[in-house]
């Protein structure tokens, strides 16, 4: 932490106005059935009594959200009838898609986008100024968030938010708020599960940093309000004998181990192996029954991240909170069951908090937005979105490089031209390379390797599998974009687990 007073607020209001803007430019995109989901959550919340909250089935798209996020749809239903009856109505309300509609439910999102923003003023109220402009850039002008926020549709932005609020007070050592946060988020969206066993490690050890007496306070504190939230969220729905539903809606096991879109995890590699197997066996004349290339829901499953919970044990460090649970995220997205691909911005959001820390974090984070945003390509499948998303992942690329060379670049210069580099009569050539070895951000031949293999898996999903292959084998090009985003994703939790452990050692 520096003396440098950190940017001014001003500066943070002009990066949401840019941001706010390009949303509203979004406002006549493509939208996906969750934007159905949502609307007809409004009208569910709105029209029907609690009890029958998680047991109406008026709708495929049924609430699957825990009671947090119900009361927060209820919230936005007495704006929703304000504006328009109709999006609230439980039958006449379905699948509209009236411009009322579009607009409320598009300005709710940029709205409760709030969160985030606040979220990030906190965490870099006291950083370096450049650093925390950069961190600005990364989090609020997000391609993946507009992609899947504003595109898309959903509340990503507004829940990250939440989980940033947590990070930021954890990082102050403030865990009795870090703590009441992450519970809050969890009553919001169970997906966030993934990095509990990091939170109560982590939260535990801390709590005992002193004497037995005191530890013991603590922890009652932090105990009595987790229960204080989750008797908020889920008492009613006990007192209706709904909790069984509640928990039968919320992970519902049948939807199958991957998602519609493969996300590019561990598992995509046994979907390739899977489908390559029984066209094989077809072709041998076995009767064996091709899967079907889609699925459909939405559940992501724990996963213990043994390595890092060691670590949060031994040395609970606060400005290491970020990273533990972004390689918790990380570990949860690889091996989980039924994994959105859109659940990358769980660790990627977090992982821009420590990106302007060290130049290795710098360049592992210009790899893995990258991989991230690009994976997310097949969200938006309609031509008339295809334009929007290839420019913002290439915006996103300039704004990082340029971003991490000026952090970067600049301290190494500052380290090369320092009084004690320029001993004797070393000369100025000497310097320069100083200056070369000194850890500006470059891009390495392995880094342009694999982005250029991105370019080239992309040119044959749009141009050459349709020319050459027609509409034979259709899951081609999304399998190549999930097996190879994978590899990626992969090294990158490698890469974060290496990282964890030399912080820590």
Same mark, same amino acid.
Request: charged share 15%; aromatic share 16%; hydrophobic share 50%.
């Given at each position: 932490?520096?003396?440098?007073?950190?940017?001014p607020?001003s500066?943070?209001?002009?990066?949401?106005?840019?941001?706010?803007?390009?949303?509203?430019?979004?406002?006549p995109?493509? !939208?996906?059935?969750?934007?159905?989901?949502?609307r007809?959550?409004?009208?569910?919340?709105? $029209?029907?009594?609690l009890s029958?909250?998680?047991?109406? %089935?008026?709708?495929?798209?049924?609430?699957?959200?825990?009671?947090?996020?119900?009361?927060?749809e209820l919230?936005?239903?007495?704006?929703?009838?304000?504006?328009?009856?109709?999006?609230?109505?439980?039958?006449?309300?379905?699948?509209c898609?009236?411009?009322?509609?579009?607009?409320?439910?598009? +300005?709710?999102?940029i709205?409760?986008?709030?969160?985030l923003?606040?979220?990030?003023?906190r965490?870099?109220r006291?950083?370096?100024?450049r650093?925390g !402009?950069?961190?600005?850039?990364?989090?609020?002008w997000?391609?993946? =968030?507009l992609?899947?926020?504003?595109?898309h549709?959903?509340y990503?932005?507004f829940l990250?938010?939440i989980?940033?609020?947590?990070?930021?007070?954890?990082?102050?050592g403030?865990?009795l708020?870090?703590?009441?946060?992450?519970?809050?988020?969890?009553?919001?969206?169970?997906?966030f599960?993934?990095?509990?066993?990091?939170?109560?490690?982590?939260?535990?050890r801390r709590?005992?940093?002193?004497?037995?007496?005191?530890?013991?306070? !603590?922890?009652s504190?932090?105990g009595?309000?987790?229960?204080?939230?989750?008797a908020?969220?889920?008492?009613?729905?006990?007192y209706?004998?709904?909790?069984?539903?509640? +928990?039968?809606?919320m992970?519902?096991?049948? !939807?199958?181990l991957?998602?519609a879109y493969?996300?590019?995890?561990?598992?995509?590699?046994?979907?390739?192996?899977?489908?390559v197997?029984s066209?094989?066996?077809?072709?041998?004349?076995?009767? +064996?029954?091709?899967?079907?290339a889609s699925?459909t829901?939405?559940?992501?499953?724990?996963?213990s991240?043994?390595?890092?919970?060691p670590?949060?044990?031994?040395n609970?460090?606060?400005?290491?909170?970020?990273?533990?649970?972004?390689?918790?995220y990380? $570990?949860g997205?690889?091996?989980?069951?039924?994994?959105? %691909?859109?659940?990358s911005l769980?660790f990627?959001i977090?992982?821009a908090?420590?990106?302007?820390q060290?130049?290795?974090?710098?360049?592992?984070?210009?790899?893995?937005s990258?991989?991230?945003c690009? $994976?997310?390509?097949?969200l938006?499948?309609?031509a008339?979105e295809?334009?929007?998303?290839v =420019?913002?992942l290439?915006?996103h690329?300039?704004?990082?490089f340029?971003?991490f060379?000026?952090?970067?670049n %600049?301290?190494?210069?500052?380290k090369a031209?320092?009084? %004690?580099?320029?001993?004797?009569d070393?000369?100025?050539e000497?310097?320069?390379?100083?200056?070369?070895?000194?850890?500006?951000?470059?891009?390495?031949?392995i880094?342009?390797?694999?982005?250029?293999?991105?370019?080239l898996?992309e040119?044959?999903?749009?141009?050459l599998?349709?020319?050459?292959l027609?509409?034979k084998?259709?899951?081609?090009?999304?399998?190549?974009?999930?097996?190879?985003c994978a590899f990626g994703?992969?090294?990158s939790? +490698?890469?974060?687990?290496?990282?964890?452990?030399?912080? $820590?050692?």
């Amino acid at each position: 932490m520096t003396n440098t007073p950190p940017p001014p607020v001003s500066e943070l209001r002009w990066h949401v106005a840019v941001a706010t803007c390009l949303k509203l430019l979004l406002i006549p995109s493509y !939208r996906s059935t969750d934007f159905e989901v949502h609307r007809h959550w409004l009208a569910l919340t709105h $029209s029907l009594p609690l009890s029958r909250w998680y047991t109406d %089935e008026t709708s495929p798209w049924t609430l699957d959200y825990p009671p947090f996020f119900a009361f927060f749809e209820l919230l936005l239903s007495y704006a929703a009838r304000a504006v328009d009856p109709v999006i609230v109505h439980l039958h006449r309300g379905l699948n509209c898609r009236s411009d009322s509609v579009v607009l409320f439910q598009r +300005i709710t999102v940029i709205a409760a986008d709030s969160c985030l923003f606040y979220a990030v003023y906190r965490l870099t109220r006291k950083c370096e100024p450049r650093k925390g !402009r950069l961190i600005w850039a990364l989090v609020i002008w997000s391609p993946m =968030l507009l992609i899947v926020d504003h595109v898309h549709f959903q509340y990503n932005g507004f829940l990250l938010g939440i989980l940033l609020l947590s990070i930021s007070y954890l990082s102050e050592g403030k865990d009795l708020a870090g703590g009441c946060l992450f519970a809050i988020l969890l009553c919001f969206k169970h997906l966030f599960a993934v990095a509990a066993p990091v939170y109560f490690v982590y939260l535990l050890r801390r709590c005992f940093r002193g004497t037995f007496v005191r530890g013991f306070g !603590r922890l009652s504190a932090l105990g009595v309000a987790v229960i204080a939230i989750f008797a908020a969220a889920y008492g009613p729905f006990i007192y209706h004998g709904q909790m069984q539903q509640v +928990i039968r809606r919320m992970f519902p096991f049948g !939807r199958g181990l991957c998602h519609a879109y493969w996300a590019p995890n561990m598992w995509v590699f046994y979907i390739v192996m899977d489908k390559v197997l029984s066209f094989v066996l077809r072709r041998l004349g076995f009767d +064996i029954q091709m899967p079907a290339a889609s699925f459909t829901g939405g559940l992501v499953g724990n996963s213990s991240p043994f390595a890092v919970l060691p670590q949060a044990w031994r040395n609970p460090q606060p400005k290491d909170a970020a990273r533990w649970i972004a390689y918790a995220y990380t $570990s949860g997205f690889l091996f989980g069951w039924h994994v959105h %691909e859109k659940a990358s911005l769980h660790f990627v959001i977090p992982l821009a908090l420590t990106a302007v820390q060290s130049l290795g974090d710098a360049k592992h984070y210009f790899w893995l937005s990258i991989v991230s945003c690009y $994976s997310l390509f097949p969200l938006l499948y309609e031509a008339q979105e295809y334009p929007i998303k290839v =420019l913002l992942l290439l915006l996103h690329c300039m704004a990082m490089f340029l971003g991490f060379s000026a952090l970067f670049n %600049e301290s190494a210069r500052a380290k090369a031209t320092a009084p %004690e580099s320029r001993k004797g009569d070393q000369s100025g050539e000497k310097r320069s390379s100083s200056l070369a070895k000194g850890g500006g951000f470059t891009i390495g031949w392995i880094t342009r390797c694999y982005l250029f293999g991105i370019l080239l898996v992309e040119l044959w999903g749009q141009f050459l599998h349709p020319y050459i292959l027609g509409n034979k084998l259709p899951f081609v090009p999304l399998m190549m974009i999930s097996v190879y985003c994978a590899f990626g994703i992969m090294y990158s939790w +490698i890469w974060q687990l290496r990282s964890i452990v030399r912080c $820590s050692s």
